[in-house]
């Protein structure tokens, strides 16, 4: 698992995609957070880093489908899945190994980001006057989501050898996971089922993280909703097996 | 160690691409695997790899199975699959260190092994070298390399030597016979040849059928049974004088001076065509045994079975 791990993480590190995504996050949060007006914290007013993490999702959005889209997809075109799978490696050496490589990248993008709260501690008034708790329960709740991402765009790698299907198949999936069943709750045909619905989605959960309250329940449902969506990758590359 | 395929069935879906095949490789034995495209080699490789599950039978490599035991399997394996895939964006000691790292193989050990393996493979020039700016044969050299790093006791090569030019076709041959002291290996191809060139024993295939399982030399001798004689005289010689030879089937001219001449089966008639030229004073510049060719052989082998599978 950790051959395959460092062999993928190289792989970013050798081609331009770890910099490019790394290079476009950083860039495209720092303007939205310190330049551009409208959601700029030097204009809001308080002292909170609410624009990294509720505009952050949807940079991932994109971001992540980006870096997973080759992990399977290129290895079966190539033919070099078939080299792995006959190496002593079993499919979840394999998945896990590129799912923590794609996840390992995604945390070193997100790591520089930790210097914003620095500058905000610093900049408010009086100095320190930011919630803690809070920056640091989003930030877990950032992690857990950018898993998901990844093992959503592991499956969509896996489904097919094109790298366009895949990344198109998982920024869909991810919008669906992140925000469709919010959205879908607000449907006027649930009634009482409406907070059920709300709370399949990765957004109930994510927020409730960024209250702060660590809860175990949403830790739990993050990590099986990571766990379920790489099983299904799992069935996908044994299906060979059928 | 051996390499023992049992009653091997493999289906997909409702096409059945190995039907029921058995055979065995004894330990350090070297056996072509031949067969037209699409008779079922590929898929019994990949089963005996432990790619891909057989439907029925099974594949036991040193006495374990790849059923039951695939990682165990896996370890004792080399592999270099058809298309021989590469990680085109590493470099080539970059690549082999990476598989042996799957294998288990860490540290000095794997440094040392990664050094003989790139010098028994003729690599040590391109080894700083990315995989991608290599040429074809390089590249199959690095595919045999990757399934080397292991020392791995039995040795499955999926056409190891298509699309080569003929001067890496026989670097690679010969490769692929340093390698093979003191290891079982299979090599699948369809061009004869290759064959001849590299072991005694083939096993031929078709349409998921085993056709043929015997040595080199008495395939040959299963074709058609007559010999083919080629002569060739200084000057013009009489066609009807040479089919009066003793044993001479039929006699066809190629140019005036060239004759090949069919015999019947199991007549040489080599000594009699020279008598022929002594007697008359005639200069013999060219006198050859035709292989009797090594293609209508395959040909017939692998179209018999087809015709009949189709009754």
């Given at each position: ?242 | ?165 003929p001067n890496q076709l026989v670097e690679i041959r010969k490769l692929i016979k340093d390698i093979s002291t003191n290891k079982t290996v299979i090599f699948s191809t369809h061009i004869m040849q290759e064959v001849q060139a590299l072991c005694d024993r083939v096993i031929v295939i078709n349409s998921g059928n085993i056709v043929a399982d015997d040595s080199l030399t008495s395939i040959l001798k299963r074709g058609t049974g007559n010999v083919t004689v080629v002569a060739e005289f200084e000057g013009a010689v009489n066609v009807d004088d040479l089919r009066l030879l003793k044993g001479v089937q039929s006699v066809v001219a ?58």
């Amino acid at each position: 698992m950790l051959q395959v791990l460092s062999k993928e993480f190289n792989s970013f590190l050798n081609s331009l995609i770890a910099y490019v995504v790394i290079g476009v996050f950083l860039t495209s949060m720092g303007l939205l957070v310190w330049v551009f007006p409208d959601t700029s914290v030097l204009d809001y007013g308080y002292a909170d880093m609410d624009t990294l993490f509720s505009l952050g999702p949807y940079v991932f959005i994109f971001l992540i489908p980006a870096v997973t889209m080759r992990s399977f997809a290129e290895e079966k075109k190539a033919g070099t899945l078939e080299l792995l799978m006959t190496k002593p490696l079993t499919d979840w050496d394999i998945i896990l190994g590129k799912f923590l490589a794609s996840f390992l990248l995604v945390l070193v993008a997100l790591l520089p980001t930790v210097v914003y709260y620095f500058s905000i501690y610093a900049l408010g008034n009086p100095v320190g006057n930011i919630d803690t708790p809070g920056v640091v329960g989003s930030y877990i709740g950032l992690l857990l989501l950018s898993g998901v991402f990844c093992s959503v765009g592991l499956v969509a790698s896996s489904i097919t050898t094109s790298q366009i299907v895949a990344f198109i198949l998982a920024a869909f999936f991810c919008f669906i996971l992140f925000s469709g069943f919010e959205s879908v709750a607000q449907l006027n045909l649930w009634s009482s089922q409406a907070l059920l619905i709300k709370q399949l989605g990765v957004l109930y959960h994510y927020e409730s993280l960024s209250r702060g309250l660590i809860d175990s329940r949403d830790v739990i449902y993050f990590l099986s909703v990571i766990f379920i969506i790489l099983s299904i990758s799992k069935l996908i590359l044994g299906s060979r097996q059928w | 160690m051996s390499l023992q395929v049992r009653n091997l069935t493999k289906e997909y879906g409702q096409q059945k691409a190995v039907h029921n095949i058995s055979f065995e490789l004894s330990e350090g034995e070297i056996v072509g695997f031949l067969g037209p495209n699409g008779a079922g080699k590929s898929t019994t490789m990949k089963i005996s790899t432990g790619y891909l599950p057989p439907t029925e039978g099974d594949v036991l490599v040193g006495g374990h199975s790849v059923v039951e035991r695939p990682m165990h399997v896996k370890q004792l394996t080399g592999y270099l699959p058809e298309h021989n895939p590469l990680y085109l964006d590493l470099y080539v000691h970059e690549y082999l260190n990476f598989i042996g790292k799957l294998y288990g193989i860490g540290g000095t050990k794997l440094t040392q092994r990664v050094g003989e393996i790139i010098e028994l493979c003729g690599l040590a020039n391109e080894q700083n070298k990315k995989i991608e700016a290599l040429s074809k044969g390089y590249r199959q050299r690095v595919g045999l390399a990757q399934a080397l790093i292991h020392d791995p006791k039995v040795l499955i090569l999926d056409e190891p030597t298509s699309g080569l030019d003929p001067n890496q076709l026989v670097e690679i041959r010969k490769l692929i016979k340093d390698i093979s002291t003191n290891k079982t290996v299979i090599f699948s191809t369809h061009i004869m040849q290759e064959v001849q060139a590299l072991c005694d024993r083939v096993i031929v295939i078709n349409s998921g059928n085993i056709v043929a399982d015997d040595s080199l030399t008495s395939i040959l001798k299963r074709g058609t049974g007559n010999v083919t004689v080629v002569a060739e005289f200084e000057g013009a010689v009489n066609v009807d004088d040479l089919r009066l030879l003793k044993g001479v089937q039929s006699v066809v001219a190629v140019h005036a001076s060239s004759f090949r001449i069919t015999a019947d089966a199991g007549v040489d008639v080599r000594p009699e065509v020279f008598r022929f030229a002594a007697d008359r004073n005639l200069s013999l510049i060219g006198l050859k045994q035709e292989e009797n060719s090594l293609e209508s052989i395959f040909h017939a082998l692998t179209t018999q079975q087809v015709m009949h599978s189709e009754n």
